[in-house]
């Protein structure tokens, strides 16, 4: 299983935990705050506020707390000035990292994320110098014991996927981001449930890290995504099963 997935895998069980202390609750109405402030606050007519309501639901935000997100983002109650940024960079082997933040001090952001590529053997490079290596894309992840492969395959074509991969204990159906929706709800209406589903940027190649170097690339990832700031991590390394066997086996 590619490294990149496997960790996806991980972060999203970890969102589990998160939900629990309700630090994840504070992610979310960042993005649902800047998704209605971009686009208005019809999910109808906006298709990122409509996967941020989706992400809330999934992780059991009360629905009035999702509507003051909303809310706040198109003004009605007051507004947050949260700026949205991308920072680029490389991790310890030379993988590719992106981490897209949504700050309301740019410049406390910027020291903490310099900070923590620091500490764990990355650095922070120039705007563009690894964006190039993803793709946008929508994935809708299925549990491989509990799914028929070959039906499942005939039903994410016939909504209009990109690919179906199987990747590790998962599944995944590969979309544009565009069609993300309509291929999720098709495959949903031919009676197959997701594991997990979300639009995310994808490697277009891989980088092979090991060793020490492997246990600190989990390591910078780990400090990114905790960090109240950051919203989401991508890389494109590829890591030995063991690492992250260990990694999960501490907890």
Not at 15 to 35: C, M, Q, S, W
Not at 36 to 46: C, V
Not at 51 to 77: C, F, L, S, V
Request: net charge negative.
């Amino acid at each position: 299983m590619s490294g990149h997935s496997k960790w996806s895998n991980i972060k999203h069980r970890k969102a589990a935990v998160d939900a629990k202390r309700g630090k994840i609750f504070t992610k979310i109405i960042r993005e649902l705050n800047v998704a209605a402030r971009k686009d208005g606050g019809d999910p109808e007519t906006n298709p990122a506020l409509r996967a941020a309501i989706t992400n809330a639901k999934n992780n059991n935000m009360p629905n009035d707390t999702i509507e003051r997100a909303i809310k706040r983002g198109t003004g009605e109650i007051g507004a947050d000035d949260f700026q949205e940024i991308t920072y680029e960079g490389y991790g310890p082997g030379g993988s590719a990292v992106l981490v897209r933040i949504l700050t309301d001090n740019r410049n406390r952001t910027v020291s903490e994320v310099r900070r923590i590529f620091t500490k764990f053997g990355g650095n922070l490079g120039e705007s563009g110098c690894v964006a190039w290596m993803f793709e946008m894309k929508g994935k809708i992840a299925f549990d491989k014991e509990s799914t028929d492969e070959d039906q499942l395959f005939e039903a994410a074509l016939e909504a209009g996927a990109d690919d179906v991969k199987t990747e590790g204990d998962e599944i995944e159906v590969i979309t544009d981001p565009g069609n993300f929706d309509a291929v999720k709800n098709s495959i949903e209406e031919a009676g197959f449930k997701p594991s997990f589903s979300e639009v995310t940027m994808i490697p277009k190649n891989t980088t092979k890290v090991e060793g020490k170097e492997a246990e600190q690339m989990l390591k910078l990832m780990e400090a990114l995504d905790d960090s109240d700031d950051v919203q989401n991590v991508y890389s494109n390394f590829d890591i030995p099963d063991e690492i992250f066997e260990m990694l999960e086996a501490q907890g």
